[in-house]
Protein backbone atom coordinates (compact mmCIF):
# COMPACT_ATOMS: atom_id res chain seq x y z
CA UNK A 1 0.00 0.00 0.00
CA UNK A 2 1.32 3.26 -0.90
CA UNK A 3 1.79 5.88 2.18
CA UNK A 4 1.81 8.71 0.11
CA UNK A 5 0.76 9.45 -3.48
CA UNK A 6 1.11 12.49 -5.07
CA UNK A 7 -0.51 13.19 -8.43
CA UNK A 8 0.33 15.74 -10.79
CA UNK A 9 1.40 18.37 -8.00
CA UNK A 10 1.80 21.91 -9.11
CA UNK A 11 2.47 25.37 -7.62
CA UNK A 12 2.83 28.20 -10.01
CA UNK A 13 4.86 31.33 -8.94
CA UNK A 14 5.66 34.28 -10.43
CA UNK A 15 9.65 33.35 -11.19
CA UNK A 16 9.10 29.39 -10.36
CA UNK A 17 6.89 26.46 -11.43
CA UNK A 18 6.66 23.30 -9.07
CA UNK A 19 5.84 20.12 -11.11
CA UNK A 20 3.57 18.98 -12.31
CA UNK A 21 4.78 16.28 -9.95
CA UNK A 22 3.85 12.55 -9.41
CA UNK A 23 5.49 10.26 -6.98
CA UNK A 24 4.63 8.13 -4.55
CA UNK A 25 6.28 6.52 -1.19
CA UNK A 26 5.23 2.78 -0.03
CA UNK A 27 3.91 2.37 3.32
CA UNK A 28 7.20 1.38 5.69
CA UNK A 29 9.48 3.48 3.68
CA UNK A 30 12.11 5.91 4.60
CA UNK A 31 11.94 8.39 1.14
CA UNK A 32 14.75 11.58 0.89
CA UNK A 33 13.47 14.32 -0.77
CA UNK A 34 16.58 16.00 -2.09
CA UNK A 35 17.92 19.08 -4.55
CA UNK A 36 19.82 21.89 -4.30
CA UNK A 37 18.55 25.10 -2.87
CA UNK A 38 15.56 26.76 -4.76
CA UNK A 39 14.79 22.94 -6.26
CA UNK A 40 11.04 22.82 -4.38
CA UNK A 41 11.81 20.52 -1.44
CA UNK A 42 10.05 22.56 0.88
CA UNK A 43 7.09 24.12 -1.91
CA UNK A 44 6.80 20.16 -2.43
CA UNK A 45 6.22 19.35 1.47
CA UNK A 46 3.89 22.24 2.40
CA UNK A 47 1.98 21.48 -1.06
CA UNK A 48 0.94 18.32 0.18
CA UNK A 49 0.11 19.70 3.69
CA UNK A 50 -2.56 22.44 1.81
CA UNK A 51 -0.34 24.74 3.76
CA UNK A 52 -0.21 26.34 0.22
CA UNK A 53 -2.46 26.38 -2.49
CA UNK A 54 -1.77 24.35 -5.60
CA UNK A 55 -2.97 21.65 -8.07
CA UNK A 56 -3.29 18.21 -8.31
CA UNK A 57 -3.83 15.02 -6.16
CA UNK A 58 -2.47 13.93 -3.04
CA UNK A 59 -3.63 11.14 -1.21
CA UNK A 60 -2.07 9.81 1.99
CA UNK A 61 -2.73 5.79 2.99
CA UNK A 62 -5.32 6.05 -0.03
CA UNK A 63 -7.25 9.09 1.65
CA UNK A 64 -8.13 11.99 -0.21
CA UNK A 65 -6.32 15.30 0.92
CA UNK A 66 -8.71 17.72 -0.38
CA UNK A 67 -12.04 15.47 0.23
CA UNK A 68 -10.68 14.02 3.48
CA UNK A 69 -8.62 16.69 4.58
CA UNK A 70 -8.99 16.35 9.14
CA UNK A 71 -8.46 12.68 8.28
CA UNK A 72 -5.32 12.18 6.00
CA UNK A 73 -3.33 14.84 8.25
CA UNK A 74 -4.39 12.78 11.34
CA UNK A 75 -2.54 10.57 9.98
CA UNK A 76 1.02 12.67 9.22
CA UNK A 77 3.57 14.42 11.85
CA UNK A 78 4.56 17.09 9.88
CA UNK A 79 8.12 19.30 11.25
CA UNK A 80 8.58 21.82 8.81
CA UNK A 81 11.98 23.04 9.41
CA UNK A 82 12.46 23.22 12.70
CA UNK A 83 10.10 23.52 15.95
CA UNK A 84 10.01 27.32 16.21
CA UNK A 85 6.29 28.01 17.02
CA UNK A 86 5.37 29.48 20.42
CA UNK A 87 8.81 30.23 22.54
CA UNK A 88 7.47 31.45 25.33
CA UNK A 89 5.21 28.80 26.17
CA UNK A 90 6.56 25.30 27.92
CA UNK A 91 6.37 22.11 25.82
CA UNK A 92 3.46 20.78 28.64
CA UNK A 93 1.02 23.74 27.56
CA UNK A 94 2.05 23.21 23.13
CA UNK A 95 1.73 19.02 24.09
CA UNK A 96 -1.72 19.71 25.75
CA UNK A 97 -2.87 22.00 22.82
CA UNK A 98 -2.02 19.74 20.29
CA UNK A 99 -3.58 16.44 22.40
CA UNK A 100 -6.79 17.86 21.60
CA UNK A 101 -6.66 17.48 18.00
CA UNK A 102 -6.37 13.56 18.19
CA UNK A 103 -8.60 11.28 19.32
CA UNK A 104 -5.88 8.65 19.21
CA UNK A 105 -3.44 10.96 21.24
CA UNK A 106 -1.70 8.95 23.68
CA UNK A 107 -0.54 10.85 27.02
CA UNK A 108 1.67 7.86 28.17
CA UNK A 109 3.48 7.14 24.94
CA UNK A 110 4.21 11.15 24.83
CA UNK A 111 5.46 10.97 27.63
CA UNK A 112 7.79 7.91 27.23
CA UNK A 113 9.33 9.62 24.21
CA UNK A 114 9.92 12.66 26.44
CA UNK A 115 11.85 10.64 28.55
CA UNK A 116 13.30 8.78 26.24
CA UNK A 117 14.53 12.03 24.37
CA UNK A 118 15.25 14.14 27.37
CA UNK A 119 13.03 16.26 26.99
CA UNK A 120 11.86 18.43 30.08
CA UNK A 121 8.60 19.44 29.56
CA UNK A 122 8.25 22.35 31.60
CA UNK A 123 11.05 24.18 29.44
CA UNK A 124 9.94 26.83 27.47
CA UNK A 125 10.57 25.75 23.36
CA UNK A 126 12.96 29.06 22.96
CA UNK A 127 14.98 27.16 26.04
CA UNK A 128 15.59 24.30 23.59
CA UNK A 129 18.72 23.41 21.53
CA UNK A 130 17.43 22.80 17.33
CA UNK A 131 18.13 19.08 17.98
CA UNK A 132 15.69 19.15 20.60
CA UNK A 133 13.30 20.94 18.86
CA UNK A 134 13.15 18.09 16.25
CA UNK A 135 13.21 15.47 19.05
CA UNK A 136 10.17 17.80 20.49
CA UNK A 137 8.21 17.64 17.17
CA UNK A 138 8.94 13.49 16.46
CA UNK A 139 7.30 13.51 20.28
CA UNK A 140 4.34 14.92 19.17
CA UNK A 141 4.17 13.42 15.70
CA UNK A 142 4.47 9.92 17.43
CA UNK A 143 2.10 10.34 20.30
CA UNK A 144 -0.38 11.28 18.16
CA UNK A 145 -0.15 7.73 15.77
CA UNK A 146 1.80 9.28 12.59
CA UNK A 147 1.82 6.90 10.02
CA UNK A 148 3.57 8.96 7.76
CA UNK A 149 6.67 11.67 8.84
CA UNK A 150 6.95 14.86 6.41
CA UNK A 151 10.06 16.09 7.78
CA UNK A 152 11.38 19.42 6.05
CA UNK A 153 14.92 19.65 6.56
CA UNK A 154 14.88 18.02 9.79
CA UNK A 155 19.02 17.46 10.18
CA UNK A 156 19.92 20.96 9.11
CA UNK A 157 21.60 22.76 12.00
CA UNK A 158 22.39 19.71 13.67
CA UNK A 159 26.13 18.54 14.46
CA UNK A 160 26.52 15.49 13.23
CA UNK A 161 26.23 13.20 16.25
CA UNK A 162 23.09 14.53 16.64
CA UNK A 163 22.23 13.45 12.87
CA UNK A 164 23.60 10.29 14.00
CA UNK A 165 20.82 10.19 16.72
CA UNK A 166 18.61 11.23 14.50
CA UNK A 167 19.12 8.59 11.48
CA UNK A 168 19.15 6.44 14.58
CA UNK A 169 15.63 7.55 15.40
CA UNK A 170 14.08 7.39 11.91
CA UNK A 171 15.61 3.66 11.44
CA UNK A 172 13.55 2.53 14.55
CA UNK A 173 10.56 4.34 13.39
CA UNK A 174 10.82 2.45 10.32
CA UNK A 175 11.08 -0.89 12.37
CA UNK A 176 7.52 0.17 13.87
CA UNK A 177 5.80 0.46 10.13
CA UNK A 178 5.99 4.18 10.31
CA UNK A 179 6.76 5.96 6.47
CA UNK A 180 9.45 8.76 6.38
CA UNK A 181 9.53 11.59 3.73
CA UNK A 182 11.85 13.91 4.37
CA UNK A 183 13.63 16.48 2.43
CA UNK A 184 17.71 17.04 3.02
CA UNK A 185 21.04 18.60 1.59
CA UNK A 186 22.81 15.79 3.86
CA UNK A 187 23.20 13.22 1.08
CA UNK A 188 25.49 11.11 3.68
CA UNK A 189 21.99 10.94 5.99
CA UNK A 190 20.22 9.33 3.41
CA UNK A 191 22.80 6.92 2.26
CA UNK A 192 22.52 5.62 5.91
CA UNK A 193 18.46 5.37 6.30
CA UNK A 194 16.50 5.67 2.34
CA UNK A 195 14.88 3.30 0.43
CA UNK A 196 13.74 5.91 -1.50
CA UNK A 197 14.88 9.39 -3.32
CA UNK A 198 13.04 11.97 -4.83
CA UNK A 199 15.32 14.13 -6.65
CA UNK A 200 13.92 17.49 -7.69
CA UNK A 201 15.63 20.56 -9.67
CA UNK A 202 14.34 23.54 -11.07
CA UNK A 203 10.87 22.81 -9.78
CA UNK A 204 10.84 19.14 -12.47
CA UNK A 205 10.69 15.53 -10.85
CA UNK A 206 14.94 14.50 -11.90
CA UNK A 207 14.38 11.33 -10.59
CA UNK A 208 12.16 8.90 -8.12
CA UNK A 209 13.59 5.47 -8.08
CA UNK A 210 14.64 3.13 -4.65
CA UNK A 211 18.11 4.44 -3.78
CA UNK A 212 19.91 1.59 -4.60
CA UNK A 213 18.85 1.85 -7.99
CA UNK A 214 19.77 5.34 -8.16
CA UNK A 215 23.72 4.22 -7.25
CA UNK A 216 23.91 1.30 -9.52
CA UNK A 217 22.75 3.33 -12.35
CA UNK A 218 25.88 6.15 -12.78
CA UNK A 219 29.56 5.28 -12.32
CA UNK A 220 31.50 8.02 -11.98
CA UNK A 221 34.65 8.24 -14.72
CA UNK A 222 37.33 10.45 -15.25
CA UNK A 223 38.74 11.90 -18.09
CA UNK A 224 41.72 13.84 -19.25
CA UNK A 225 40.11 15.86 -21.69
CA UNK A 226 36.62 17.27 -22.31
CA UNK A 227 36.77 15.87 -26.20
CA UNK A 228 37.14 11.94 -24.48
CA UNK A 229 34.09 12.96 -22.05
CA UNK A 230 32.29 14.09 -25.14
CA UNK A 231 32.88 10.89 -26.85
CA UNK A 232 31.10 8.54 -24.66
CA UNK A 233 28.35 11.03 -24.29
CA UNK A 234 29.44 11.57 -20.44
CA UNK A 235 26.55 13.25 -18.52
CA UNK A 236 27.33 16.73 -16.68
CA UNK A 237 31.22 16.62 -17.06
CA UNK A 238 33.09 19.25 -15.19
CA UNK A 239 36.51 19.84 -14.65
CA UNK A 240 38.31 18.55 -11.71
CA UNK A 241 42.62 19.03 -10.66
CA UNK A 242 43.75 16.90 -13.24
CA UNK A 243 41.43 16.57 -16.16
CA UNK A 244 37.66 16.20 -16.38
CA UNK A 245 34.46 14.29 -14.24
CA UNK A 246 31.76 13.08 -15.76
CA UNK A 247 28.92 10.02 -15.18
CA UNK A 248 28.58 7.24 -17.24
CA UNK A 249 26.06 4.87 -17.62
CA UNK A 250 28.10 1.48 -18.25
CA UNK A 251 28.34 -1.01 -14.90
CA UNK A 252 32.03 -1.62 -15.79
CA UNK A 253 33.29 1.27 -16.21
CA UNK A 254 35.02 3.77 -13.56
CA UNK A 255 33.89 4.06 -9.93
CA UNK A 256 30.81 4.10 -7.91
CA UNK A 257 29.08 7.22 -7.63
CA UNK A 258 28.10 8.96 -4.28
CA UNK A 259 24.72 10.44 -4.44
CA UNK A 260 26.22 14.05 -4.14
CA UNK A 261 28.15 12.99 -7.30
CA UNK A 262 25.11 11.98 -8.78
CA UNK A 263 23.09 14.78 -7.72
CA UNK A 264 26.01 17.40 -8.43
CA UNK A 265 26.45 16.47 -12.27
CA UNK A 266 22.86 15.99 -12.89
CA UNK A 267 22.69 19.34 -11.98
CA UNK A 268 25.46 20.19 -14.11
CA UNK A 269 23.63 18.21 -17.06
CA UNK A 270 20.46 20.19 -16.29
CA UNK A 271 22.40 23.55 -16.41
CA UNK A 272 23.81 22.52 -20.42
CA UNK A 273 20.34 21.59 -21.32
CA UNK A 274 20.85 17.78 -21.84
CA UNK B 1 -13.98 23.11 16.38
CA UNK B 2 -13.99 22.80 19.77
CA UNK B 3 -10.11 22.03 20.19
CA UNK B 4 -9.09 24.92 17.66
CA UNK B 5 -11.08 27.13 20.49
CA UNK B 6 -9.48 26.22 23.44
CA UNK B 7 -6.04 26.60 21.42
CA UNK B 8 -6.69 29.73 20.89
CA UNK B 9 -7.59 30.60 24.82
CA UNK B 10 -4.29 28.65 25.52
CA UNK B 11 -1.68 29.49 23.35
CA UNK B 12 -2.97 32.40 21.14
CA UNK B 13 -5.00 34.94 23.82
CA UNK B 14 -3.50 38.26 24.62
CA UNK B 15 -4.11 39.53 27.95
CA UNK B 16 -5.44 42.96 26.62
CA UNK B 17 -8.40 40.41 25.32
CA UNK B 18 -9.85 40.03 29.05
CA UNK B 19 -8.13 43.57 29.80
CA UNK B 20 -10.42 45.66 27.76
CA UNK B 21 -13.53 44.07 28.27
CA UNK B 22 -12.90 46.02 32.34
CA UNK B 23 -13.65 48.89 29.75
CA UNK B 24 -17.11 48.27 29.89
CA UNK B 25 -16.99 50.60 33.20
CA UNK B 26 -16.79 53.35 30.80
CA UNK B 27 -20.02 53.95 31.07
CA UNK B 28 -20.07 55.13 34.06
CA UNK B 29 -18.14 58.32 33.53
CA UNK B 30 -19.65 61.57 33.27
CA UNK B 31 -20.10 62.75 29.99
CA UNK B 32 -17.54 60.83 28.17
CA UNK B 33 -17.72 59.07 24.10
CA UNK B 34 -18.87 55.74 25.17
CA UNK B 35 -17.91 54.30 21.74
CA UNK B 36 -14.16 54.35 22.54
CA UNK B 37 -14.68 50.94 24.09
CA UNK B 38 -15.30 48.97 21.03
CA UNK B 39 -12.75 50.35 20.10
CA UNK B 40 -10.10 49.11 22.52
CA UNK B 41 -11.71 46.06 21.63
CA UNK B 42 -10.57 45.56 18.44
CA UNK B 43 -7.12 46.91 19.50
CA UNK B 44 -7.09 43.88 21.76
CA UNK B 45 -8.19 41.32 18.41
CA UNK B 46 -4.90 43.38 17.09
CA UNK B 47 -2.74 42.61 19.27
CA UNK B 48 -4.05 38.76 19.85
CA UNK B 49 -3.32 38.18 15.64
CA UNK B 50 0.04 39.44 16.14
CA UNK B 51 0.82 37.34 18.74
CA UNK B 52 -0.49 34.31 16.71
CA UNK B 53 2.31 35.83 13.70
CA UNK B 54 4.70 35.75 16.21
CA UNK B 55 4.17 32.66 17.36
CA UNK B 56 3.93 31.00 14.12
CA UNK B 57 0.81 29.91 15.25
CA UNK B 58 -1.14 29.92 11.54
CA UNK B 59 1.59 27.62 10.17
CA UNK B 60 1.36 25.45 13.04
CA UNK B 61 -2.75 25.39 13.59
CA UNK B 62 -2.98 24.39 9.57
CA UNK B 63 -0.41 21.14 9.90
CA UNK B 64 -3.07 20.09 12.54
CA UNK B 65 -6.00 17.84 11.44
CA UNK B 66 -8.61 20.66 10.30
CA UNK B 67 -9.51 22.38 7.49
CA UNK B 68 -7.42 25.39 6.52
CA UNK B 69 -10.31 27.48 6.38
CA UNK B 70 -11.47 26.60 9.90
CA UNK B 71 -8.45 27.83 11.39
CA UNK B 72 -9.35 31.36 10.62
CA UNK B 73 -12.86 30.74 11.84
CA UNK B 74 -12.27 29.73 14.89
CA UNK B 75 -10.40 32.66 16.04
CA UNK B 76 -13.20 35.24 14.45
CA UNK B 77 -15.19 33.34 16.79
CA UNK B 78 -12.86 33.96 19.77
CA UNK B 79 -13.04 37.63 19.02
CA UNK B 80 -16.81 37.41 18.78
CA UNK B 81 -17.14 35.83 22.48
CA UNK B 82 -15.12 38.69 23.50
CA UNK B 83 -16.88 41.22 22.01
CA UNK B 84 -19.73 39.55 23.04
CA UNK B 85 -18.73 39.34 26.89
CA UNK B 86 -18.25 43.21 25.97
CA UNK B 87 -21.95 43.67 25.03
CA UNK B 88 -22.98 41.96 28.17
CA UNK B 89 -20.84 44.01 30.27
CA UNK B 90 -21.66 46.94 28.92
CA UNK B 91 -25.56 45.80 29.29
CA UNK B 92 -25.06 44.77 33.45
CA UNK B 93 -23.05 48.23 33.82
CA UNK B 94 -25.70 50.54 32.04
CA UNK B 95 -28.01 48.63 33.97
CA UNK B 96 -26.65 49.54 37.15
CA UNK B 97 -26.08 53.19 36.06
CA UNK B 98 -29.75 53.64 35.45
CA UNK B 99 -30.33 51.99 38.64
CA UNK B 100 -28.22 54.12 40.83
CA UNK B 101 -27.47 57.30 38.85
CA UNK B 102 -29.89 60.40 39.23
CA UNK B 103 -31.73 61.34 35.99
CA UNK B 104 -29.80 64.08 35.03
CA UNK B 105 -26.33 62.33 35.08
CA UNK B 106 -27.87 59.12 32.55
CA UNK B 107 -28.04 61.81 29.89
CA UNK B 108 -24.46 61.90 28.24
CA UNK B 109 -23.42 65.01 26.29
CA UNK B 110 -20.30 64.18 24.80
CA UNK B 111 -22.11 61.20 22.98
CA UNK B 112 -24.38 58.58 22.81
CA UNK B 113 -26.49 58.24 26.57
CA UNK B 114 -25.67 55.09 28.10
CA UNK B 115 -28.96 52.67 27.35
CA UNK B 116 -30.08 49.57 25.64
CA UNK B 117 -29.87 51.60 22.35
CA UNK B 118 -26.31 52.56 23.00
CA UNK B 119 -25.32 48.83 22.93
CA UNK B 120 -26.75 48.13 19.63
CA UNK B 121 -24.71 51.09 18.44
CA UNK B 122 -21.52 49.33 19.97
CA UNK B 123 -22.86 45.96 17.94
CA UNK B 124 -22.51 47.85 14.96
CA UNK B 125 -19.45 49.33 15.67
CA UNK B 126 -18.07 45.90 16.64
CA UNK B 127 -19.42 44.51 13.70
CA UNK B 128 -17.88 47.17 11.28
CA UNK B 129 -14.37 46.68 12.77
CA UNK B 130 -15.02 42.63 12.00
CA UNK B 131 -15.52 42.96 8.37
CA UNK B 132 -12.72 45.32 7.47
CA UNK B 133 -10.47 43.55 9.92
CA UNK B 134 -10.44 39.90 9.19
CA UNK B 135 -10.92 39.82 5.36
CA UNK B 136 -7.90 41.74 5.06
CA UNK B 137 -5.98 40.34 7.74
CA UNK B 138 -6.78 36.68 6.40
CA UNK B 139 -5.54 38.09 3.05
CA UNK B 140 -2.23 38.67 3.97
CA UNK B 141 -1.73 37.46 7.50
CA UNK B 142 1.72 38.58 7.96
CA UNK B 143 -0.16 41.83 7.75
CA UNK B 144 -2.04 42.98 10.88
CA UNK B 145 -1.10 46.85 11.37
CA UNK B 146 -2.42 47.96 7.85
CA UNK B 147 -5.71 46.05 8.39
CA UNK B 148 -6.35 46.87 11.85
CA UNK B 149 -5.63 50.72 11.47
CA UNK B 150 -7.86 50.74 8.05
CA UNK B 151 -10.74 49.13 10.79
CA UNK B 152 -10.11 51.57 13.50
CA UNK B 153 -10.18 54.43 10.55
CA UNK B 154 -13.41 52.98 9.57
CA UNK B 155 -14.55 52.42 13.24
CA UNK B 156 -13.66 56.22 14.50
CA UNK B 157 -15.51 57.57 10.95
CA UNK B 158 -18.81 55.48 12.55
CA UNK B 159 -18.10 56.65 15.51
CA UNK B 160 -18.03 60.38 14.42
CA UNK B 161 -21.15 59.95 12.59
CA UNK B 162 -23.31 58.24 15.61
CA UNK B 163 -22.02 61.38 17.93
CA UNK B 164 -23.31 63.54 14.82
CA UNK B 165 -26.68 61.61 14.66
CA UNK B 166 -26.77 62.22 18.59
CA UNK B 167 -26.98 65.91 18.34
CA UNK B 168 -29.85 65.59 15.54
CA UNK B 169 -33.48 66.47 17.10
CA UNK B 170 -35.04 63.17 15.85
CA UNK B 171 -32.13 61.14 17.57
CA UNK B 172 -33.01 62.80 20.88
CA UNK B 173 -35.32 60.13 22.18
CA UNK B 174 -32.04 57.84 21.50
CA UNK B 175 -30.36 59.92 24.36
CA UNK B 176 -33.35 59.53 27.08
CA UNK B 177 -32.82 57.36 30.56
CA UNK B 178 -34.18 53.37 29.40
CA UNK B 179 -37.39 54.18 31.09
CA UNK B 180 -38.52 56.50 28.52
CA UNK B 181 -39.10 55.34 24.78
CA UNK B 182 -38.22 51.90 25.58
CA UNK B 183 -39.75 50.04 22.54
CA UNK B 184 -37.71 52.47 20.06
CA UNK B 185 -34.67 51.93 22.02
CA UNK B 186 -34.81 48.18 21.88
CA UNK B 187 -35.62 48.09 18.26
CA UNK B 188 -32.32 49.74 17.88
CA UNK B 189 -30.68 47.36 20.14
CA UNK B 190 -31.87 44.09 17.97
CA UNK B 191 -31.34 45.73 14.98
CA UNK B 192 -27.56 46.66 15.89
CA UNK B 193 -27.43 42.62 17.31
CA UNK B 194 -29.19 41.12 13.99
CA UNK B 195 -26.70 43.87 12.22
CA UNK B 196 -23.43 42.31 14.34
CA UNK B 197 -24.77 38.94 13.53
CA UNK B 198 -25.07 38.95 9.56
CA UNK B 199 -21.99 41.56 9.41
CA UNK B 200 -19.38 39.06 11.21
CA UNK B 201 -20.76 35.78 9.34
CA UNK B 202 -19.74 37.71 5.90
CA UNK B 203 -16.76 38.82 7.81
CA UNK B 204 -15.99 35.06 8.34
CA UNK B 205 -17.02 33.94 5.02
CA UNK B 206 -14.19 35.69 3.61
CA UNK B 207 -11.56 35.49 5.78
CA UNK B 208 -12.17 31.66 5.01
CA UNK B 209 -12.27 32.17 1.43
CA UNK B 210 -9.74 34.23 1.75
CA UNK B 211 -7.11 32.44 3.64
CA UNK B 212 -7.95 29.57 1.60
CA UNK B 213 -5.78 30.71 -0.77
CA UNK B 214 -2.94 31.97 1.40
CA UNK B 215 0.31 30.31 1.04
CA UNK B 216 2.02 29.99 4.80
Known amino acids: M ?21 FSVE ?37 DFSREEG ?96 CDTLLALKGQGVTVLFSTHITSDLMRVADRIVYLSGGALLADEPLDALLKRYRVKRFSSRSDADMVWAIGVKAVKDGFEGLVMVPSDGREATLDEIMIHLEYAQKEGV | MK ?23 FVFVPNYPYEVMFFFSGLSVFFMCMAARENGDLAFTCALPVKKCEVSLARILVAGMFQCALLLLTAICIAVKQAC ?18 CGLGALLLGSFNLVFFPLHYHRPEKVGVPFLIAAAVQFMLIGILILIRHLPFAAPLCSPDF ?25 RLSMKNFEKVDL
Not at chain 1, 2 to 22: C, D, I, M, Q, S
Not at chain 1, 38 to 44: E, I, L, N, R, Y
Not at chain 2, 112 to 118: D, G, K, T, V, Y
Open chain 1, 71 to 166: AAKELIGYVGGGFRFYPDRPLSAVARAVSRFYPHWDEKAFQRYAEEYSLILSKKVRELSEGMKIKFSLALALSHGAKLLLLDEPTSGLDPLSREDF
Open chain 2, 3 to 25: ALIKKEFSLCLHPTAAIFLTFAA
Open chain 2, 101 to 118: FPDEMLVNLAGNSANLAF
Open chain 1, 27 to 63: EGQIAGLIGRNGAGKSTTLKSIMRLISSEGVVRVFGK
Open chain 2, 180 to 204: ANVGLKLAVLLAGLVLYCMITALAA
Open chain 1, 2 to 22: YALEVEHLKKVYPNFTLGPLT
